[in-house]
């Protein structure tokens, strides 16, 4: 066997980095926070499997013109694939809990405060301000938002942030009751709202998405593509005539959409340009923004608390944030706490769903605060 | 302190703007849900208007026909009150359906959910290698 043919067949094991075997490491580790504790694996599963394919030595797959390569450059280069997947989100999301209780949509606008003050606090580190505004854009969490802002705005720090926007989203359950118990008293978290269903007729489901969209188009004409495609997905659902259109929105397309995303940003996560200080800085960033967003939602449910004589409880202010519907069973569980037989959860929804609107707006508004295209 | 500048401006107007937006389509929303609210009050002051005829028709100031609708309460018919029956019952079921997917592994009345017995006995029709 000559020399030459041994290099060639060694070439993989020579071409191992301390980069790539902690990038390995990284997308296993993803791949078992999917598998053994079940946070977010529709996405940290196709990221996880994503990242070791790019990381592999000499892998073709992630090279020009190899699969991930294609499947980079046909969805997330050009912002396609969030888009896609916001189509299935509303052909999922029922806004009924937020037509019956329009007060809830104000919720929505608290939940995303943490945004612009991570953005302060990215740009005080040293980022630049498109950079400081996509490591914001974390704090709306909401995954496509997230990538469709940084896909305009940063595309380099595209992969940190996709995988903490979907991260903390996994963990909600975690994040959120410390701060909610810190920032309430008991009595607080014991008051009881009572909740009177009203019916809201098809016309006005029909409605909503249409009159959301122009509204919004014309104000934010950045958010369009975003609350678009929202509001294109829950039109499907409650027009009721497109029976097999909505399963393929949420099924099909979604799924498929899913796991392409999740290949396509796991390839980004190339340890040369991922294993750096920033990306923990993105990481830290990230969580803080988080924990913003859900006290800055206590703190104006407390106040709406005091503007109703107490009969407001402020955990519901904690749910405004996008994580539907993770977020409204997490406030129902911290209120059943205190209380067993206290039932928040639809006044949680609506605000949960509102969150959803408000994370699409302030992704938008964003957009056109920077001056992006 | 240019950028922290710059950053306090971006959160002052970014969130006067989020704001503003939501509060204008709560306002919408709100509307929206004020025109659901007036049909159904037409419909109330119809149904008024046909009970006060129905109750003239019991109390004999019409001549009513013997084949006429029996008035149960609140110028419902029978036939009313039942249509109102169902059309309530199938509502919660549909609501329960909905609801069951997020709520519960198992939707409710299913064969699963009802009985772990039934459960039980499909594995081990479909394992019988397994024991129970």
Redesign the interface.
Known sequence: MSPDTLNSMLAGVQAVTWQSLVMLTVGCLLIALAVVKEYEPLLLLPIGAGCILANLPLSPLADEGGMLDILYNIGVGNELFPLLIFIGIGAMT?FGP???N??M??L??AG??G???T??LA??LGFS?PE??SIGVIGAIDGPTSIYVSGILAPDLLGPITVAAYSYMSLVRIIMPPIMRLLTTKRERAIRMPYSQ????K??RV??PV??TI??GI??PFATPLIGMLMLGNLLRESGVVERLTQAASNELANVVTLFLGLAIGSTMVGEDFIKASTLFILGLGLIAFCLDTAAGVMFGKLLNLFSGGKFNPLIGAAGISAF?MAARVVQQEAQREDYDNFLLMHAMGANA?GQ??SV??GG??L??MGAG | MK??G???G??A???G???A??????I???L??R??RQ??SAENAGRDGLAGADLDAMSGIDDAPDTAPRVLADGLTEDQIAAVSVAVLLHAEIRRQ?AAP?MRTHQPGSHIFASRWVANGRGLQTQPWRRS
């Open positions: 029922d937020l037509l019956e329009p007060r949509v104000l929505g606008a995303q405060l945004i612009f003050l953005l302060i740009l005080a301000r400081a505004a009203r019916v809201i007729s016309r006005t409605l909503f009159v959301v509204v919004v104000l934010v519907p509102a609107v408000a707006v302030a508004v964003l056109a605060l | 950028d922290i710059f950053g306090l971006m959160t107007a970014g969130m703007t989020v704001f937006m939501l509060l204008l389509l709560m919408i929303v709100s929206m849900g025109m659901d049909p159904s909905q997020a």
